[in-house]
């Protein structure tokens, strides 16, 4: 590290000349962290763990940290990228095993990471969601590169099967020397700290935020002749779309004023649409196919009532939106669900088909009876419960502790390896370790960290980017060679 | 006229050259360091004694020979298509870019690009085996559509400075460009 900050002073001789500035800005920006977020999850695939990364990104850019993402190739977007406001994506071409997760060995991705730490002088190395074999292996380059390392964990798993119980162990070995974990709901951190065998101390709890000016209500779009069920989920097996094949007959046989709106797409919608040519229901449930994330708000308006089956989940943004929409919630008890919503904007009930469509039955029969509170007001107690710039302020403080700490050098670290994660899988992976630690060598041998170029930082105390509407890209360019 | 210290990207030497024919023509080159003597001579060595070791044990002489040939074809092959001596670019105000790259042989390949069809240069970024690098491209517009990027072509492909010498000839291409645009 030292080495390295010889280097950036002797290479950058604004750096120099600005030195009276610096020194002065230095109290100010001495809170300030280069964060480098790393998971196989980012845009353009679409989902939870995506958002959550780009919206706290862009928060933390706002408070005037750095920020950079590290990601997988997505087909032909490869390469450097730039987003909203400087955030610069690094899409590394790295090969993809399965379910958008790429393939580990341990070793290949040194290389590039290395580079892109190095580079972009990273600070903190904030790895996202357990099923990336990417962030798990950033965290391991990460300690041995000497930086520190939060991870946040975004799902539930559980204990029982074969494949769990793997996750479970790779999970342990990967978290039991990083600096700090931050889980999204109280549940999931019980469940992390079990699964990871961890210190609760280092655990860290921060809910996931919706954007509530994207979720407003509008309950003009509502037909009043009928009562509408909006869902909207990937129609998978962990989204409990059996329990909604069971739900939707029983309750349509019961409420001929009843509708469905299904959002989403997955390898279960065979059994909705099973279920709605059984029973000729085509009328009455709709399927809408994958949504993109601007249309939810149009979808969620024109419902009544929102129902989530969820079998498992950590926290569950989608019932925020829903409330904050103005509907009435409906949602199984399961995970960290309890926590999200006060009791009284969300009825809870098993996972069950009957506990289901009681809990549906009594809502139906408040909400003809128009014993409802209004969707204006559902939507202004929700509005600040949930905000982006808390979440960022909250990992801002979780970033100012780590830096603080110290990281394990190696021979503490095997220690900790072995004392942790039992004899055979510890000694194991304290020997990939010292492998590890002796490819960091070579490559320090091959390239060393003073014939990298650093990285002009586009976001960060001394940025370079400015907001120009017109060829972003070049007028980036420009900036840069005027600073140096 | 004026030689700063510049490394390519893997740490070796290279020299950069700028020569300002008049106020809007300006030609840089940037100059590898030759071929090394020693380089030389450890491949020859390792060839030559794989081969002796090979002979050794089938006491063949096609193999020395063989062997033999091998690192004098190499050592053509080489200097004719992959060593390049020095890559130059020729900015001319109001005419266009040409780009030339010289080979050890001697060999030159030069293509000239009109200013009709250059959009801008800029530096880059992108990922180079295992590093990312800067790099330095001049964007191509189809005439046509004036505000779309068509291709790229990226400057000193073989010699790979880094963003230090880079920016510098950024900043001249950019003073003749500007002059005449």
């Known amino acids: 590290m030292g080495q390295r900050r010889k280097v950036a002073a002797g290479n950058n001789p604004s750096s120099q000349r600005n030195s009276g500035v610096s020194a002065e800005a230095a109290r100010v920006h001495s809170r300030k962290h280069n964060i480098c977020m790393v998971s196989d999850f980012f845009y353009p695939n679409m989902g939870g763990v995506e958002s959550h990364i780009y919206q706290l990104s862009q928060c933390l850019i706002e408070k005037g940290h750095k920020v950079v993402i590290v990601t997988h190739a997505y087909g032909r977007r490869k390469g450097v990228r730039y987003l909203t406001n400087g955030l610069k994506v690094y899409y590394l071409p790295l090969q993809v095993m399965y379910n ?17 730490f190095v580079r972009e002088r990273i600070t903190v190395v904030h790895a996202h969601s357990s099923f990336s074999a990417m962030a ?56 992390t700290v079990l699964r990871a065998a961890l210190d609760p101390e280092i655990v860290s709890v921060i809910p996931n935020a919706v954007d509530p000016t994207d979720f407003t209500p509008d309950p003009s779009q509502r037909q009043d002749d009928r009562i509408t069920i909006v869902v909207i989920s990937r129609l998978v097996y962990r989204k409990g779309i059996d329990l909604l094949g069971g739900i939707i007959p029983e309750l349509c046989l019961k409420h001929p004023y009843l509708h469905f709106l299904i959002g989403g797409e997955g390898p279960k919608r065979i059994v909705l649409e099973e279920v709605r040519e059984k029973y000729q229901l085509h009328d009455r449930v709709r399927l809408l196919g994958a949504l993109e994330h601007k249309d939810v708000r149009g979808v969620l308006v024109q419902g009544h009532i929102f129902l989530n089956t969820s079998l498992t989940e950590a926290f569950c943004m989608a019932i925020v939106e829903g409330a904050s929409c103005g509907l009435q919630v409906v949602s199984t008890r399961v995970g960290g669900i309890p926590e999200v919503l006060p009791e009284d904007l969300i009825t809870l009930c098993e996972p069950t088909v009957r506990s289901l469509c009681a809990g549906l039955e009594a809502v139906i029969a408040l909400q003809r009876s128009g014993n409802v509170p209004s969707p204006a007001s559902i939507h202004a107690r929700v509005r600040n419960l949930y905000t982006w710039r808390n979440v960022a ?24 390896l072995r004392a942790h994660c039992g004899p055979v899988a510890g000694s194991i992976f304290a020997f990939v370790a010292v492998l590890d630690f002796l490819f960091l060598l070579l490559l320090q041998w091959l390239v060393p960290d003073g014939v990298m170029d650093l990285a002009v930082n586009a976001t960060g105390p001394q940025q370079q980017w400015r907001q120009e509407k017109s060829n972003k890209n070049d007028c980036f360019v420009e900036d840069a060679s005027r600073s140096f | 006229m004026e030689d700063e210290a510049f490394t390519d990207i893997s740490g070796k030497p290279i020299s950069l050259d700028c020569q300002s024919h008049s106020s809007f023509c300006r030609e840089f080159i940037i100059s590898s360091p030759k071929v090394s003597m020693g380089k030389v001579m450890v491949y020859t060595c390792s060839v030559w004694l794989l081969a002796y070791a090979v002979f050794f044990f089938t006491q063949n002489t096609a193999v020395l020979s063989g062997a033999i040939l091998v690192t004098l074809v190499g050592m053509m092959l080489h200097i004719h ?23 050890a042989s001697g060999r030159e390949i030069t293509t000239f690009i009109e200013m009709s069809k250059i959009k801008d240069i800029v530096i880059n970024e992108a990922i180079y085996m295992h590093q990312i690098i800067y790099y330095l491209c001049v964007l191509l517009k189809d005439p046509s559509e004036p505000d779309a990027v068509s291709s790229v072509v990226p400057l000193f492909q073989s010699s790979k400075p880094r963003l230090n010498c880079l920016v510098k000839v950024y900043k001249s291409c950019q003073e003749i460009l500007s002059k005449c645009q």
């Open chain 1, 136 to 191: 798990h292996d950033a965290l391991f380059h990460a300690k041995t590169m000497g930086l520190n390392t939060v991870f946040t964990d975004h799902s539930l798993f559980g204990f029982a099967d074969l494949s769990s119980v793997l996750t479970n162990k790779l999970l342990t070995v990967s978290l039991c020397d990083t600096n700090h974990i931050v889980c999204v709901s109280y549940t999931s951190k019980e469940n």
């Open chain 1, 393 to 416: 302020e909250r990992t801002e403080k979780v970033y100012d502790r780590v830096v603080g700490e110290q990281v394990l050098p190696l021979d503490r670290r095997l220690r900790r």
């Open chain 2, 81 to 103: 298509f992959v060593k390049v001596d020095h890559e130059s670019l020729l900015v001319i105000g109001s005419l266009g870019i040409q780009v030339s790259s010289s080979y």
């Open chain 1, 100 to 116: 958008q997760s790429t393939a580990t060995t341990c070793f290949h991705s040194l290389p590039l990471m290395r580079c892109v």
